[in-house]
């Protein structure tokens, strides 16, 4: 039989043969997502040098021969690390900082959570944002919930006291909780201990993970397994994951991951900082165990990862002359020096490949060096660009999309402040810090004096040796007029005295 069709029907078939295939065509799947964040990790904890010389050079220096971190040193490589990434100096300010995009004057929560009580100390500030994150926050992993993501946090959380929102990771859009929960240090290191219900510290035991109770694993290592879990369940779904890697590792009580204690037994170092470079090391296995996970899945391509520490350094190593675990940085953690808030931050591809499409939109330098400020800020706006999520009509951030940066490029619209608002008692007392570029300046509250400034040159002199406060009074005036700007546009709360709040005094 002769069939004969007319030129109109064929037409008509193939217009609709196109536009079917238009329709059908997939859009590139959303990139997956991991934040690793080490609890106390600062910027000197690491085989990997943070700190440059005056070309730009990485710098080696005594503690970075002393730990050991090979899969950090992976990440370096196919990835960039910045050299001035800035965080709060105590934890729950900079976690709640990650989740928001917002400072920790804008957000509240200036000092770290207590679980059972309001941590304000004596002269902290009646109304600071002790309860934490809520349910009616804008969070990430909310927004990323919302359009379609599995969201998984792993270990600690932190984000609010026992029974307050906070206290569930599941209230400030998680999907999955694995060990969260309102303590900010684990009751143990030891299965044999059941992480706290056992043995240790008690009222500080880690939830939800009963299946490794007296088993001889460490914690380190139990939540590397459950984000394993997480990562291929998501995958069963065929969700892109958001993974939350939040180690208790390396906050106290500094028990020693027998994995790696004979790699330290020579070192000339305590028994407690030995413990401590194991509880690195472990992160670092931990680091590898996940990225090679991924890779595994076949998923490398599309997964992102940012490393960092939620403020400086704690570890157990003695004080001179007030330079310590972060030396040749000044202070550790809760101090107003560098030390306190220096931290490392590598963003990489879990496998480099510039084809990929997710890729191409936020290409990362391999082996590269970002000089030019950063911090925890701008986590969420970088990784709410690359997913194209948005962030709700007049939603303040506070921090810069890091795509220049990260393509090797220096962002010239960004004004390079960090301010970090501290009004309570910790290592440093009641201060202000705020970095702008070269400089820096504190200003201390003195509930009982006259208050008082530190202004330092922080391109001539990095490590802080040389208080310029009393011979450049025209700069002090200078950064105290713009840390006096910073704090007034994010309504900060100041320390108090007798119901009298401690205002600036700015310096004649």
């Known amino acids: 039989m002769n069939l004969r069709i007319p030129f109109s029907a064929v037409a008509m078939l193939i217009l609709l043969c196109t536009s079917s295939c238009a329709t059908t065509k997939k859009e590139p799947t959303p990139p997956n997502i991991i934040v690793f964040l080490i609890d106390d990790m600062g910027l000197m904890d690491t085989s990997v040098p943070f700190i440059t010389d005056a070309k730009g050079h990485p710098e080696k220096f005594p503690l970075n021969d002393f730990y050991i971190t090979p899969n950090m040193e992976k990440l370096a490589e196919q990835g960039t690390r910045f050299t001035n990434f800035y965080a709060h100096s105590v934890c729950s300010p900079s976690r709640t900082s990650i989740m928001t995009g917002q400072n920790s004057a804008r957000h509240g929560v200036t000092?770290?959570?207590?679980?059972?009580?309001?941590?304000?100390?004596?002269?902290?500030?009646?109304?600071?944002?002790?309860?934490?994150?809520?349910?009616?926050?804008?969070?990430?992993?909310?927004?990323?919930?919302?359009?379609?993501?599995?969201?998984?946090?792993?270990?600690?959380?932190?984000?609010?006291?026992?029974?307050?929102?906070?206290?569930?990771?599941?209230?400030?859009?998680?999907?999955?909780?694995?060990?969260?929960?309102?303590?900010?240090?684990?009751?143990?290191?030891?299965?044999?201990?059941?992480?706290?219900?056992?043995?240790?510290?008690?009222?500080?035991?880690?939830?939800?993970?009963?299946k490794y109770h007296?088993?001889?694993?460490?914690?380190?290592?139990?939540?590397?397994?459950?984000?394993?879990?997480?990562?291929?369940?998501?995958?069963?779904?065929?969700?892109?994951?958001?993974?939350?890697?939040?180690?208790?590792?390396?906050?106290?009580?500094?028990?020693?991951?027998?994995?790696?204690?004979?790699?330290?037994?020579?070192?000339?170092?305590?028994?407690?900082?030995?413990?401590?470079?194991?509880?690195?090391?472990?992160?670092?296995?931990?680091?590898?165990?996940?990225?090679?996970?991924?890779?595994?899945?076949?998923?490398?391509?599309?997964?992102?990862?940012?490393?960092?520490?939620?403020?400086?350094?704690?570890?157990?190593?003695?004080?001179?002359?007030?330079?310590?675990?972060?030396?040749?940085?000044?202070?550790?953690?809760?101090?107003?020096?560098?030390?306190?808030?220096?931290?490392?931050?590598?963003?990489?591809?879990?496998?480099?490949?510039?084809?990929?499409?997710?890729?191409?939109?936020?290409?990362?330098?391999?082996?590269?060096?970002?000089?030019?400020?950063?911090?925890?800020?701008?986590?969420?706006?970088?990784?709410?660009?690359?997913?194209?999520?948005?962030?709700?009509?007049?939603?303040i951030m506070d921090g810069y999309d890091l795509q220049d940066q990260l393509n090797g490029k220096e962002n010239k619209n960004r004004d390079e402040i960090f301010l970090n608002h501290f009004p309570h008692a910790h290592r440093s007392n009641y201060f202000t810090s705020l970095v702008k570029s070269d400089w820096k300046i504190v200003y201390h509250y003195q509930p009982e004096s006259e208050p008082r400034y530190e202004l330092f040159n922080l391109k001539e002199d990095p490590f802080e040796a040389l208080d310029l406060s009393d011979t450049n009074p025209e700069q002090l005036k200078m950064m105290m007029t713009v840390l006096s700007q910073e704090l007034k546009s994010k309504k900060a709360l100041y320390p108090e005295k007798y119901k009298h709040t401690l205002e600036l005094v700015m310096p004649k």
């Open 214 to 395: 007296g088993q001889d694993i460490f914690l380190t290592e139990a939540l590397t397994l459950e984000a394993n879990l997480a990562i291929s369940q998501a995958k069963e779904e065929g969700k892109p994951f958001f993974l939350n890697m939040s180690h208790y590792a390396v906050h106290s009580p500094f028990y020693s991951d027998q994995r790696f204690a004979q790699h330290y037994v020579n070192s000339g170092k305590s028994k407690d900082a030995q413990a401590y470079a194991t509880l690195i090391e472990g992160m670092d296995k931990s680091l590898g165990d996940i990225l090679q996970h991924v890779k595994d899945l076949g998923l490398g391509a599309n997964t992102i990862i940012l490393f960092l520490g939620d403020n400086g350094s704690d570890a157990p190593l003695p004080i001179e002359n007030d330079y310590s675990s972060s030396s040749p940085l000044k202070g550790k953690k809760g101090n107003h020096w560098e030390g306190g808030m220096r931290v490392p931050f590598i963003a990489a591809w879990v496998s480099p490949n510039d084809q990929a499409s997710n890729q191409k939109k936020l290409p990362i330098a391999q082996n590269a060096i970002q000089e030019q400020l950063g911090s925890i800020l701008d986590i969420f706006p970088t990784l709410s660009h690359l997913t194209n999520v948005s962030t709700p009509k007049d939603y």
């Open 111 to 210: 000092n770290w959570v207590h679980p059972e009580s309001n941590n304000r100390t004596e002269f902290g500030p009646t109304n600071w944002n002790w309860k934490g994150l809520t349910k009616a926050s804008v969070t990430l992993p909310k927004l990323l919930q919302q359009n379609g993501y599995k969201t998984i946090h792993v270990g600690k959380a932190h984000f609010g006291p026992m029974d307050s929102d906070g206290e569930n990771p599941l209230n400030i859009g998680f999907d999955v909780n694995i060990g969260g929960s309102s303590i900010g240090q684990p009751g143990s290191y030891l299965g044999t201990e059941g992480f706290g219900h056992t043995g240790g510290d008690k009222p500080r035991a880690v939830p939800g993970l009963e």
